[in-house]
């Protein structure tokens, strides 16, 4: 709960401090792919989440600035793939702009026809339920329709703005 005055503006956060900052927590990389008009299109996708188990839902939030995430839209179903630790490549591969993304990836298609990345974590084969204002980015709801995972990959993580964790481990206190 806040304890600033109601008339009172709330203290400006600087985003480097705020980017810092939320780094420490580590996540996953994920690449968001569908079948457009033009053939396959995705983007990568760092802010992802299981977000309800009844109905099935998962929530992503790509940058209003996207030029991308529109024609995922348009499709209306597209498959949320969750990167292994050796897919880094294909991690920048999906965030450059003016580029065909696709170009040297394997790919099959979803049960619903989205593409999934050959070699991934995870793959949640999804159509838009929602839309939200989320500042500079749009938060996403999407309804499952199908998913599968592969346990002999180990996840990319995503921590203090590079790929895998950025200090050792420590043994858990007995």
Wanted: glycine fraction near 10%; proline fraction near 9%.
């Amino acid at each position: 709960m806040s304890t600033d005055a109601p008339d009172v503006p709330p203290q400006v956060v600087d985003p480097r401090a705020m980017r810092d900052v939320l780094g420490h927590f580590v996540s996953g990389v994920t690449v968001v792919t569908a079948i457009g008009p033009d053939g396959p299109v995705g983007f990568t996708c760092q802010s992802f989440s299981s977000l309800s188990l009844d109905p099935p839902l998962v929530a992503f939030a790509p940058a209003r600035t996207s030029t991308t995430w529109p024609r995922l839209r348009a499709a209306g179903r597209f498959c949320v793939n969750v990167l292994a630790a050796d897919q880094s490549g294909l991690s920048g591969q999906f965030a450059r702009s003016g580029t065909d993304k696709f170009a040297g990836v394997a790919w099959t298609p979803s049960p619903h026809g989205s593409p999934v990345l050959d070699g991934v974590v995870a793959w949640i084969d999804s159509e838009l339920w929602a839309e939200y204002d989320g500042g500079d980015h749009t938060i996403v709801v999407a309804r499952v329709l199908d998913l599968g995972a592969d346990a002999a990959h180990d996840p990319l993580l995503f921590h203090r703005g590079g790929y895998g964790l950025q200090e050792p481990l420590l043994e858990p206190e007995r």
